[in-house]
């Protein structure tokens, strides 16, 4: 099995879930600061990642979600390939109110790498390697 790196995208943070095989795991939440694309290479090393999968969803978010993979491609040479993820928070969401929590609690969770990893799993369901 290839081991992939799965990103959410989003102007603050950054959501990041790992492959295990053909499971997603989340992994970690980064800031998406001027450290961003050295926390990602870390962690490519760490892994030993051969592939990145990036979710894009729409409008703006697309551009901006286009913009930043421009940017990590100049110091980060693996290949990437978006996926659409445009109802993976809502998915996540979701499923943290069918385990008991309230919506402020929902609401307020951080779920960046509970995406990544949502994303990924879908991913991984229609890209056996």
Do not use: C
């Not at 030993?48 to 980060?76: P, Y």
Request: aromatic content about 6%.
């Amino acid at each position: 099995f290839i081991k992939v790196l799965a990103l959410d995208f989003g102007t603050e943070r950054v959501g990041v879930a790992v492959s295990y095989g053909t499971l997603a795991e989340p992994l970690v939440i980064l800031a998406n600061d001027e450290n961003i694309f050295t926390e990602i290479q870390k962690l490519i090393t760490e892994h030993q990642i051969s592939q990145i999968v990036v979710g894009i969803s729409e409008s703006k978010s697309a551009q901006r979600t286009q913009d930043f993979v421009k940017e990590m491609q100049k110091k980060i040479t693996l290949p990437v390939q978006f996926v659409d993820e445009t109802l993976s928070t809502q998915v996540v969401r979701n499923k943290l109110r069918e385990t008991g929590r309230t919506g402020t609690e929902v609401e307020k969770a951080r779920v960046d790498h509970l995406a990544a990893a949502e994303m990924l799993q879908d991913w991984l369901d229609t890209n056996p390697s």
